[in-house]
């Protein structure tokens, strides 16, 4: 297939790049590939970016079926531009689309796809620090239809926007809600895939952490709210004492990139990092006798996030008093240093998209 590239008449004035937040801000340009059953993925293009029309009866408006990924796109202080492990997204797309029905994408033509739309809008990639460009691939049913089936047609898109940091407070600790009431999801639903619906299902318990000053939410598992999953924008890691756990990925959990990361990198430093199941009884103990050393998420919007404080019931846990963390700061440095080219890339993760 041959990408087509319609460039846009009307430039928009790009946003000042030390006021930029998260999501608000969207580039010149977009990429968009169709899909029926007779023609596969079919008319790769990138048009000016804009609204869209759709028939009132769009299946995914119904029915929710409709999955996304986040990546970036990052400058470089010798202004080459890098993607962090940019297939691994795209992978992790075709798992979660065997979960929703929907057809599987070729990882290579769309990381082809990306690289073009990314280097085509590449002067939308900012160059402050703690800045880079969010990338979002995201595909969802178009049949006109309101009988309850999967979609025969489908519609691939991704769409570029300048951010800073997802957290107003930057890599300062965050404060976490534990949430003792609603579930995100259980084991044999979607919570291992990157699907709307999971999200939407999130939204009443990080209103109510909002109401209570808490930048988010950590959802304990759905059958007894007793074990550690993950916040709402990010894996989990807890130090305690010399072992780093974070808990398994058993169908609940999304298995992040930027966790899987972490976790390379932990073992490669030598620490003691478990994958297991961790209740919140098992973390309060480890708090009272002085065992919880760090906290911290991790995820693609935030990269590394300190955790200062967690929630739970009528306790609070207070961890690093206010500081960073020594993993979490060099988990951080470590993956914006290698995400950023400042520091080598022994990995291979990074991905240089040609200008």
Not at 77 to 96: G, M, Q, Y
Request: charged share 20%.
């Amino acid at each position: 297939m041959q990408i087509t590239i319609q460039k846009t008449t009307k430039p928009k004035a790009k946003p000042d790049q030390d006021k930029l937040g998260f999501g608000t801000h969207f580039t010149d340009h977009m990429f968009i590939m169709d899909y029926e059953p007779e023609k596969g993925w079919y008319s790769p293009r990138i048009t000016p970016y804009e609204p869209l029309q759709l028939d009132p009866a769009t299946a995914t408006l119904h029915y929710g079926q409709a999955i996304f990924e986040g990546l970036k796109a990052y400058r470089t202080a010798d202004n080459r531009i890098l993607l962090f492990r940019p297939e691994k997204n795209l992978e992790r797309i075709n798992i979660t689309n065997d979960r929703m029905c929907m057809p599987p994408i070729d990882v290579d033509f769309c990381l082809e796809a990306l690289k073009t739309l990314v280097s085509l809008d590449q002067d939308w990639i900012p160059s402050a620090p703690g800045t880079s460009l969010y990338i979002r691939p995201f595909i969802f049913a178009t049949d006109p239809y309101l009988g309850v089936r999967p979609s025969n047609t489908y519609r691939f898109m991704i769409i570029l926007s300048p951010v800073g940091a997802y957290y107003a407070g930057g890599i300062n600790p965050v404060s976490i809600y534990v949430e003792p009431e609603y579930t995100r999801a259980v084991k044999g639903g979607t919570g291992f895939a990157k699907t709307i619906g999971n999200y939407a299902a999130s939204l009443k318990a990080q209103a109510k952490a909002a109401e209570k000053g808490f930048v988010q939410v950590l959802w304990l598992d759905g059958m007894e709210k007793k074990y550690i999953e993950e916040v709402g924008a990010m894996n989990v890691f807890f130090r305690i004492n010399d072992e780093i756990v974070t808990p398994a990925l058993e169908g609940s959990i999304l298995p992040g990139i930027t966790r899987a990361s972490a976790i390379q990198l932990l073992k490669h430093w030598g620490m003691n990092v478990s994958e297991r199941k961790i209740s919140m009884e098992e973390l309060y103990s480890s708090y009272q006798e002085g065992a919880l050393k760090e906290a911290f998420g991790s995820g693609t919007a935030a990269v590394i996030s300190p955790i200062g404080k967690l929630a739970w019931n009528d306790k609070n846990i207070e961890i690093g008093q206010g500081e960073i963390g020594e993993i979490s700061l060099k988990l951080y440095d470590t993956l914006t240093g290698i995400q950023t080219g400042r520091m080598e890339d022994t990995f291979n993760w990074t991905v240089e998209v040609k200008q």
